[in-house]
């Protein structure tokens, strides 16, 4: 979505769902979730291309918005904290805190997959270029929170194509 292509993710269960980093486009969005009650939206962080459509998205289902406190912006109404459980319809997401791209980065572990924002891509790690970001810490990030979950878990990024864990291992 967007001008940077940005993944927006919404996860459904029991007809409850979560929606991840509603980046651009909310009629596309609002439209994709219109059959759901939509606990919660969450950002993997702050940057604009995962929270530009984030207002919108919030009137259209009546959900809260939450991000870690280290990146938190106008707009958000709830601070995610590390190992935080979120429950919808019959499945658990689990925030996983891991700062790097930003100082609030989060991952967000739901059984086998993993919403890695702009943490962790196919062969590599994410951009530190920007305010805040920080080499050292997201390799160390990468290397303690992810790299301990299961090679076959599947790592789904905040751009582009898919990986698994198993496939990023040998690059940390």
């Known amino acids: 979505m967007g001008g940077l292509d940005n993944n927006c993710y ?14 651009d486009d ?11 009650q939509i606990e919660v939206i969450l950002a993997t962080h702050r940057h604009f291309d995962h929270i530009t459509a ?15 406190p280290s990146d938190w912006v106008a707009g958000f109404d ?7 459980i979120i429950k919808f319809g019959v499945e658990e997401l ?23 924002g702009d943490t962790l891509f196919p062969n590599g790690p994410g951009n530190t270029m920007f305010p805040g970001g920080d080499e050292q810490e997201i390799l ?14 599947t790592v789904y990024p905040g ?7 198993g496939q990023e291992r040998a690059l940390y």
């Open 159 to 165: 751009h582009g194509p898919k990986t698994t864990i």
């Open 26 to 36: 909310a009629a596309k969005i609002a439209g994709a979730v219109q059959d759901f």
């Open 94 to 116: 689990k925030v996983i805190h891991t700062p790097g791209h930003t100082p609030g980065g989060c991952c967000f572990l739901v059984g086998g997959n993993l919403f890695s």
């Open 140 to 153: 160390r990030s990468i290397r303690e929170k992810l790299m301990i979950l299961p090679d076959a878990t």
């Open 78 to 84: 709830m601070k995610l904290i590390d190992g935080q």
């Open 54 to 68: 984030l207002k919108q998205v919030k009137d259209v289902t009546g959900a809260d918005a939450a991000i870690h």
């Open 10 to 23: 919404v996860l459904i269960s029991d007809n409850r769902g979560i929606i991840i980093d509603p980046g």
